[in-house]
């Protein structure tokens, strides 16, 4: 299209083809200048020839263009709030998202050198292969490529870098960062690096799911990706319109989860065929065309590592299937064996605040200082982000992430406390928190923090829920919908006004 305008459209206060001849005069009226132009006939007929070749041309490479199509800079929006709400203050593209402002501004005199927040958006090309992506910031950070979050780190931090292995297919992919800075050091960098080829495993942190174009799972799986939750809603579309269609597909999800000891109950919703084996049995079979119904089974299960697969298809009309479980007795668990008081820890941070509680909305009892030596409590945090210490001849927490504090035993291999601590209240959410329904079709609100607990609705994209809370890890939040009702959602599916940190823990 730009030789097509470049050759049709005629302004004169743009520069003239050689072949073209102006006198020009003076027009007061909107500031424009006016010509009165002289054209050699033939040579007028021998440039439109040659403009109707090369549209001809343009129109039939198009569409070969278009499926290599990939951005060569990222386009960016700024905004001076740390909750990318409201009109950005600044829109612009930028080639590398490589960033250490320090105490300065993106923009000074447009951003805040301080409490601003910033979207990148770009498609990337890329071979087949596996690829490291490398995260760096100070304060927080989310990385989605093709709309699944494979980083999250969205906390007031220090600086620090995380990374994800996963597979890619050929073509262009969809990558999104979003950031925030509230105050001191601001450092905002990405980056990937290829890390094996086709024959590389696809490492699949959550489900794998394998999508066919036919209805029997037959041949080769026509995309590979991996999906965070099996809960999807296609309704009359497609898993992916570039290469599914949007009726007689399959699907078959497989992962390894880890489960106390007990027994649960799976429950599955799919429109039309599903089956689910759990530990490598089958319990629930409903391998037919059917409007969209719920099915259970129940299972006991020894704990430890559980291998799961679950088996779709869509003939025609509606498609939907969603996965959730809970188990339904509970076995009291033993209360775990501290490790030995040999295991310390060397503060690496600068300034490292020794806490109450395994989190930030816990008090400060005191701060360390770089180099400081701690002994170990034997005990962690559910998510291995915090560590208990020995400190005053009590107990403290204090955060247990690489990059702030050393240690000699490998953190997650601690067995996670088991026991309280103390209420410290938190803060109060302010009244106008929200959040909104992203990155899936709907999202279950259900009675706790977690997919063991059973949903209550589901609510569909673009639902917006006022937020009241989160739990100690700041993956699940606590919601008021709009009749009142009360439950919690995963909170990487909430697109939220104000920082997850700044929401009080509540039960």
């Not at 080829?197 to 799986?221: A, D, H, R």
Request: charged share 15%; aromatic share 12%.
């Amino acid at each position: 299209m730009v030789v097509f305008t470049y050759l049709f459209i005629y302004t004169p206060d743009r520069p003239k083809p050689r072949l073209m001849k102006q006198q020009a005069q003076g027009n007061a009226e909107n500031g424009t200048r006016r010509g009165a132009m002289k054209i050699d006939k033939s040579k007028f007929r021998f440039l439109m020839g040659i403009a109707a070749l090369v549209l001809m041309v343009v129109g039939w490479g198009s569409t070969a263009m278009e499926s290599q199509a990939a951005d060569s800079a990222w386009s960016v929006d700024y905004w001076n709030n740390t909750t990318l709400s409201g009109s950005p203050v600044l829109q612009r593209t930028e080639t590398n998202l490589n960033y250490n402002w320090g105490s300065g501004s993106p923009a000074p005199g447009i951003v805040n050198s301080d409490n601003f927040s910033a979207r990148w958006r770009r498609s990337v090309y890329f071979p087949n292969g596996s690829y490291r992506f490398t995260a760096t910031m100070d304060d927080g950070m989310r990385v989605w490529v093709d709309g699944v979050l494979i980083i999250d780190s969205w906390w007031d931090s220090q600086v620090h870098s995380l990374s994800n292995d996963i597979y890619l297919y050929a073509g262009d992919h969809q990558i999104e960062v979003t950031y925030y800075d509230v105050g001191g050091q601001a450092v905002a960098q990405l980056g990937w690096t290829a890390v094996g080829g086709i024959t590389t495993p696809v490492p699949y942190t959550n489900w794998k799911g394998e999508y066919f174009n036919n209805m029997n799972l037959s041949g080769s799986p026509a995309l590979v990706r991996d999906d965070a939750a099996i809960n999807f809603y296609w309704g009359s579309g497609s898993p992916d319109w570039t290469v599914l269609a949007a009726d007689q597909f399959s699907v078959r999800w497989t992962r390894s989860l880890a489960f106390h000891n007990g027994r649960y109950r799976f429950t599955v919703t799919s429109d039309d065929g599903v089956r689910l084996w759990v530990n490598n049995q089958q319990i629930i079979n409903v391998w037919s065309d059917h409007p969209a119904q719920t099915y259970s089974g129940e299972i006991n299960l020894a704990g430890g590592s559980v291998p799961i697969k679950l088996e779709y298809y869509d003939n025609t009309g509606g498609a939907q299937v969603q996965l959730t479980w809970m188990q339904v007795t509970v076995v009291p668990q033993p209360t775990p064996t501290p490790v030995a008081t040999s295991a310390t820890g060397v503060v690496q941070a600068g300034r490292l605040n020794v806490r109450y509680g395994p989190g930030m909305q816990y008090g400060i009892i005191t701060q360390l200082t770089q180099g400081q030596s701690v002994a170990l409590a034997g005990y962690r945090s559910a998510d291995s982000h915090w560590v208990m210490i020995n400190w005053g001849g009590s107990t403290a927490w204090v955060s247990g992430l690489p990059a702030y504090l050393w240690t000699n035993v490998p953190v997650s291999s601690l067995p996670v406390w088991q026991g309280t601590v103390p209420n410290t209240g938190g803060p109060t959410p302010p009244a106008n928190a929200t959040g909104r329904v992203a990155y899936c079709y709907y999202l279950n609100t259900r009675t706790g923090p977690g997919i063991s607990y059973s949903i209550i609705k589901n609510v569909p994209a673009g639902t917006v829920v006022t937020l009241l809370g989160r739990n100690t890890a700041s993956t699940w939040a606590k919601v008021r919908l709009a009749d009142g009702t009360v439950g919690w959602m995963n909170a990487g599916y909430l697109i939220k006004s104000i920082p997850m940190s700044s929401l009080p823990v509540v039960n």
